[in-house]
């Protein structure tokens, strides 16, 4: 069973920065993809933010050149990098991976409990 924990999220002013971090635990026979999912106030659904593997990464829209995903495999984690936060920033962070359990099994994707980010203008 694959578990992760995000933190680094808080409060924060228009314009500032934040790091938020994600540590995984467990075994998974292979990953497929890690990053960050959010879901803002009143959101329907979690957006992507940021997801990368070996050959690509990529970002939703709103986020791409201020948002820096990267990963330190060594200490089974991964990051976001926030820069020129602004209110609209504000939600819950998710980290997620998707991965094989097993050699047999198919793709599935884990899920953080959340970490909030709040931007005060």
């Known amino acids: 069973q694959v578990q992760l924990v995000e933190s680094g999220g808080g409060l924060v002013q228009s314009g500032g920065s934040l790091r938020l971090s994600c540590e995984a635990s467990?075994?998974?026979?292979?990953?497929?993809?890690r990053g960050w999912y959010r879901q803002t106030p009143g959101g329907s659904q979690r957006e992507l933010v940021a997801?990368?593997?070996?050959?690509?990464?990529d970002y939703g829209d709103s986020v791409r050149g201020r948002f820096t995903v990267s990963g330190d495999d060594a200490k089974n984690s991964i990051y976001l990098q926030m820069a020129t936060l602004q209110p609209r920033d504000t939600a819950v962070y998710y980290c997620?991976?998707?991965?094989?359990?097993?050699?047999?099994?198919?793709?599935?994707?884990?899920w953080g409990q959340g970490t909030q980010v709040t931007v005060s203008s």
């Open positions: 997620r991976y998707e991965g094989r359990p097993s050699r047999l099994e198919a793709i599935y994707g884990y």
């Open positions: 467990g075994n998974m026979f292979s990953i497929h993809s």
């Open positions: 997801m990368f593997n070996n050959s690509r990464t």
